[in-house]
């Protein structure tokens, strides 16, 4: 699940980079911010607004950033266990021959 989350946010980043920026439905303002309580990119007016007025908010990069530093801790900890596996697998192998 995590892993999926980041990967929408990356799309997110993949699409702004592309030429046009998302921009809020609401405001019609360009989401440079991630609420991190509610897991959404909200604009600088959103910002102010009740509903995220409490809450943790960082700058898009800052939360992309992030969110690629936890996917690569991951992606290492998959690359492991698929090694792992690997030699698991090679061993059972050589046992039954």
Do not use: M, Y
């Amino acid at each position: 699940a995590n892993v999926i989350e980041v990967a929408k946010r990356w799309s997110l980043k993949a699409a702004k980079g592309s030429g046009g920026e998302k921009r809020c439905e609401e405001h019609h303002e360009v989401l440079k911010l991630f609420c991190e309580d509610d897991q959404v990119l909200i604009c600088l007016v959103c910002r102010e607004d009740q509903a995220h007025r409490l809450h943790a908010v960082v700058p898009v990069e800052e939360a992309a950033e992030e969110d690629k530093e936890k996917l690569q801790v991951h992606l290492k900890i998959l690359k492991d266990r698929k090694e792992k596996l690997l030699d698991l697998k090679t061993a059972k192998e050589k046992k039954s021959l």
